[in-house]
């Protein structure tokens, strides 16, 4: 079964797994095998047996696999998520070539703020952190401004006001979850939390080096 995107800032703060674990890249116009080559840092790139997120935690040894991913579908989004030393937001913009689109959720967990990152046609279209001050960057840094607007979650444009007052302020973790729902919303994007998080899914190395912003 599909939800929407706003428990994964639940279980970024642990719960079945750590954040580590569950940094999420979805795809669109590419199938699992293409998603998985396009992040590998090596090749051929063999998908192989099907592991919960513990299982494939478990094959990290950070020297020679840093990073192993585990691939399935929702929808029409592909999806990945990886457990170890993933490349997360700093993933090559040139993934998204050739028509495809790139969503990134990267947890950062050892250096927060988590961030949110779409790609497209080879660049980065939209990059912000999640459940911080709103500073979009990218080709199209408006692109969710409306969406989030409407949600509470940043104040309208040049607004001199505070959006809420101090009694409603949203608190980072909601103001995250908020965030999440609004990106699921607009990009038709729904994963299971049972599935990413305990579910068994094809798997395979998506790196045997450490990734580069590290």
Known sequence: MSENLAWIADAWGGTNLNASDLYITCARGLSL??????????????????????????????SQINCVGRLGHSGDWSFIVESGGSEGWALDPAVSRDGAEVVIFDPRPDDPPSLFRYLADGQVQLHFELGADYHPSGAQPDLLRPALEAAGVV???GS??????????LSPLEAKRKTLQVIGEHFGLALSRQVLESGQLPSAVTRTSPPSSW
């Not at 001199?160 to 302020?169: A, K, N, R, S, V």
């Open 155 to 157: 104040a309208p444009e």
């Open 160 to 169: 001199i006001d505070d959006l809420l007052g101090d009694d409603e302020e």
């Open 33 to 62: 095998q293409q998603l998985a080559e396009r992040m590998s840092d090596h090749e051929p790139v063999e998908i192989g047996a099907a592991l919960t997120g513990k299982e494939a935690s478990a094959f990290v040894d950070l």
